[in-house]
């Protein structure tokens, strides 16, 4: 019977993160004039299943919290307590107690239990003082009174030790098999400290000394016996009548302390729910019928009512059929449920990135031997060989499909990065005294699980600086006549085969003078007719920050340097526009993954390489007229009224070409770092999509080469890094 | 070779893949050996030195090709169907070097092994391990893995020093 929970720990550790995660959106997006009802059901779903977990798991100060803040929240979702935006922030702040206390069961190290003291004291006291204000009624007097006697004691030893006399019944009918009963000992030695064990014939007396409420050690024995056949004795703090009290408790509220069921069964008896003890037993047996073997998983799922009423019951819910006028409705469940994301988690697995990461690498190769299968099938006879062509052609096919659907594995929405951001701007605009909603749009867009994580921290930089530097004080908002309230939207989209994300504010905008005067004063080379772009992109420059007053929030001209260098390690770009009083907006420009790419193949002499086609404007043949002569400088075309450098890439990359001239080849032209060029180049080859493969893990990092990739014939061809060859341009 | 064989798994002796490279005869670990293959489809990289070859699809892996020939400036540099490529696995990666042909594998005891006098020799004298006679043979015993990852070869990224 003894089962290792260890192994379900990371089950745990994940749904819960994801609960806190959901819950915190939820709590984010509440509308506290109108709380929708669905939401606050999430809310509380959110942190009853937490609460759920925490309890099978063991981790009773996680269980202690979110009891409390459950509690609260059951008020709240059924109208007893009217929702302030003090709540709120208490419930956010819960939320990060609850995560540090999970990442230190999670690490193995104890999270500080000052902060859950000080969090559980805080939703005590919004409990109390949101509830009696409120109308009268009997569920409403018995959350008041099952939550307050158990806070005032509880507070003050959120984990103490608790010592037990236990007494049971042995007999061959409960413990058919000598192990049932060792399996038994050995759970409650799992569960804390064994003394003074004496096996008798008919019964077994043992004390223990746990960190576990009697409830729990209920639980554990229930397996066994008839709760008739136990008597659990509290030994660490003597309560007159806790026996009547636990008989109760394996009823209703697994995790509530035997105060606040003793309270909360007197109240309910003063009203006469629960005269008759029978009943109340026999309440006990449904409830632990079919709750029982209920898994974590399935209790944390959509299906509420079971787990409403089932396995995790408490004071509330117990009560809650009792008073008809407090029965929920059947059908904002079920919306709710189809609300809340983590509902879906059912119908999906965990699997680790590098088994995809395989697979991404297998299909790969697939890919490259069926061109390779294709390229040989070109040069047969097709009447000869129909049947082998047109099966190669539905391989092709499915290979592609193949390719896409284990691409998609990786991809996800964006929402992963966008979500913390609702916090962090709520937070942050509190700090700073300003009025800031952020909008979100297009979360839903995918890309690659390995560009989510690159991209958060160069994005959270630039959402802070938009709010400390773009926004202005609420004051000074209105003397420019626009909404006290400022804008931050963060926009995401798929543009071909790239993905734009913008962070727009409708702030001050940049400034173009003092950006200009801090160049001047570092030293940098400016000059009064630079175009705005060229203005805007010296923020990136390191070390350069305008703000007045350096803030903790940002300021420290640390960051632009380095999330644009992030950026561009990603294969991304960065682009600023900006209107003085009317606000930036920023464009991170990246590539939908890292393992594909887009290209066009060019030929240089017998060299393939391949040119990422976000680059590429356009391809041309050149009139001979076009190409002019700059004496010393090299030549330039020009193209639609502009002269472009012309890079002929057999110098670069110190190829024997099979054309000299630029007339003969073909010029194309690629766009890098609001720079265009042109690139001569021999010959068009084709259009193709790469896999793309390090150079480096072999060989090292090649100047004008950003990796390689292997083509249909199973040579091996260079993919060009467009941005260095345009900086080879300029010097 | 039965008795080398046997010797090798002793501890005593070590195995090597000798090849030769004009007239001198080398021999590398064969623990570092992964396979031997024929030169071709060869992927030239821009502005790399001329003993770099280029890079070449090993099944779906780019490998990194090294003429050993232009390196020590030994033998006859041609490429065509007889010429060889021994594919290494050293310091966690794989590279390939062109030789003029591979001609055994060898059990050397450690007797057998012969500190190599100071001469002049294309080969830094820090890559010898020393000198192996076998059947009137000599064999120059390399440090290949030291080789390979070293500043002469520029194979791996040198950290900015």
């Known amino acids: 019977m003894s089962i290792d929970m260890s192994q379900f720990y990371q089950v745990f550790f994940e749904e819960s993160a994801e609960h806190l995660a959901s819950m915190e959106s939820l709590l984010l997006a509440l509308d506290l004039d109108a709380p929708d009802p ?138 058919p098999k000598k192990t049932d009963l060792s399996n038994l000992l050995d759970e409650l030695s799992n569960i804390g400290k064994i003394e003074n064990q004496k096996v008798a014939a008919k019964s077994v007396t043992l004390s223990l000394t746990s960190y576990a409420s009697e409830a729990e050690l209920r639980e554990t024995f229930s397996f066994f016996l008839e709760p008739e056949q136990l008597t659990i004795t509290s030994l660490g703090n003597s309560i007159p009548g806790s026996n009547a009290g636990s008989k109760d408790d394996a009823g209703y509220g697994f995790f509530v302390e035997p105060e606040a069921i003793k309270s909360e069964a007197e109240e309910a008896q003063g009203y006469g729910f629960f005269v008759e003890p029978e009943a109340i037993k026999s ?72 088994k995809v990461d395989q697979m991404i690498n297998l299909v790969g190769e697939l890919v490259i031997t069926q061109s390779m299968l294709a390229e040989i099938a070109s040069h047969l006879d097709p009447v000869l060989h129909e049947n082998l062509i047109s099966g190669l052609v539905l391989l092709e096919r499915n290979t592609r499909e193949l390719q896409e659907s284990v691409m998609s594995v990786r991809m996800m929405p964006i929402n992963f990065v966008f979500s913390r951001f609702p916090r962090l701007v709520r937070d942050l605009a509190g700090k700073l005294d300003k009025k800031v909603q952020l909008k979100m749009v297009g979360e839903g867009t995918e890309l690659d ?17 938009s709010l400390d530097h773009g926004i202005e004080m609420p004051d000074e908002r209105i003397a420019k006549g626009k909404d006290p309230q400022g804008t931050i939207t963060l926009r995401a989209a798929h543009q071909g085969g790239n993905i734009v994300i913008q962070v727009v504010d409708d702030g001050a905008g940049l400034n173009r003078e003092r950006i200009l005067a801090k160049a001047h004063e570092k030293g940098i080379p400016v000059g009064d007719n630079m175009s705005d772009a060229d203005v805007w992109q010296m923020i990136f420059a390191p070390g350069f920050s305008t703000a007045a007053v350096i803030t903790d929030v940002s300021g420290r001209g640390v960051g632009m340097d380095v999330v644009k260098r992030n950026i561009e390690g990603l294969g991304g770009r960065v682009e600023i526009a900006s209107k003085s009083g009317e606000g930036s907006t920023i464009t991170i420009r990246l590539p939908l993954t890292l393992a594909i790419l887009d290209g066009l193949s060019i030929a240089v002499g017998d060299q393939i390489y391949i040119v990422p086609l976000s680059f590429i404007i356009e391809s041309l043949q050149p009139k001979a007229e076009d190409i002019k ?102 010097a | 070779m039965q008795a080398n064989e046997g010797q090798a798994a002793d501890g005593n002796s070590r195995e090597l893949l000798t090849f030769t490279l004009g007239n001198e005869e080398y021999g590398i670990d064969i623990l570092k050996v992964q396979e031997i293959r024929g030169y071709d489809a060869v992927t030239t990289i821009a502005n790399s030195p001329d003993f770099i070859k280029g890079v070449i699809n090993l099944r779906g892996i780019i490998v990194p090709i090294v003429d050993m020939r232009i390196k020590f400036k030994l033998g006859n540099i041609t490429y065509n169907e007889l010429t060889v490529v021994i594919i290494l696995n050293v310091a966690n990666r794989v590279v390939g070097i062109v030789v003029d042909g591979v ?43 030291k080789l390979m990852i070293s500043r002469d070869m520029d194979l791996v990224e040198m950290a900015a020093a």
């Open chain 1, 38 to 175: 669905d939401q606050l059901n999430a809310i509380f779903r959110a942190a009853h299943s937490i609460k759920g977990g925490s309890g099978t798991f063991g981790f009773n100060d996680m269980t202690e919290v979110t009891h409390i803040l459950e509690t609260l929240l059951d008020g709240i979702r059924k109208n007893e307590i009217t929702i302030i935006a003090d709540m709120v922030d208490a419930f956010l702040q819960a939320g990060d107690v609850l995560r540090d206390l999970l990442e230190g069961h999670q690490n193995g190290t104890i999270a500080d239990p000052a902060a859950s003291l000080e969090i559980r004291a805080r939703l005590e006291q919004l409990t109390a003082e949101g509830s009696p204000g409120q109308k009268s009624g009997q569920a409403i007097a018995a959350i008041a009174g099952s939550a307050a006697p158990g806070a005032t004691t509880k507070a003050p030893q959120p984990s103490a030790q608790h010592r037990y006399q236990i007494k049971f019944a042995k007999s061959p009918a409960i413990f």
């Open chain 1, 283 to 354: 309440e006990a047996e449904n409830a632990q019928g079919y709750g029982f073997f209920v898994e974590p998983e399935v209790v944390k799922s959509g299906v509420e009512d079971a787990q409403g009423y089932g396995f995790f019951v408490d004071v509330e819910s117990k009560a809650k059929p009792l008073a008809p006028a407090a029965v929920q409705p059947e059908e904002p469940h079920r919306r709710a449920a189809d609300k809340a994301p983590p509902a879906a988690a059912e119908t999906s697995i965990r699997v680790s990135v590098e």
């Open chain 1, 449 to 465: 699980k390995g560009l989510i994580e690159k991209i958060s921290d160069p994005l959270t930089h630039l959402v802070r600086n």
């Open chain 1, 629 to 730: 002569e700059i004496s010393g400088q090299g030549q330039v075309i020009h193209v639609r009224g502009e002269y472009l450098p012309v890079i002929a890439l057999h110098k670069v990359f110190g190829i024997t070409p099979r054309v000299a001239n630029p007339a003969e080849g073909i010029l194309v032209l690629l766009e890098a770092e609001g720079k265009k060029v042109a690139l001569f180049v021999d010959d068009l080859v084709g259009q193709h999509q790469v896999v793309i493969k390090s150079l480096e893990t072999n060989y090292r990092k090649v100047v004008g080469v950003s990796g390689a990739t292997i083509m249909g014939d199973g040579r091996v061809a260079m993919i060009m890094d467009v941005g260095a060859l345009v900086k080879f341009a300029q």
């Open chain 2, 103 to 145: 001609s055994d594998v060898i059990a050397l005891t450690a007797e057998q092994l012969k500190p190599a006098p100071e001469f002049s020799s294309s080969l830094d004298m820090q890559y010898i391990m020393g000198l192996g006679t076998v059947d009137e043979r000599m064999i120059i015993v390399m440090d290949i893995e």
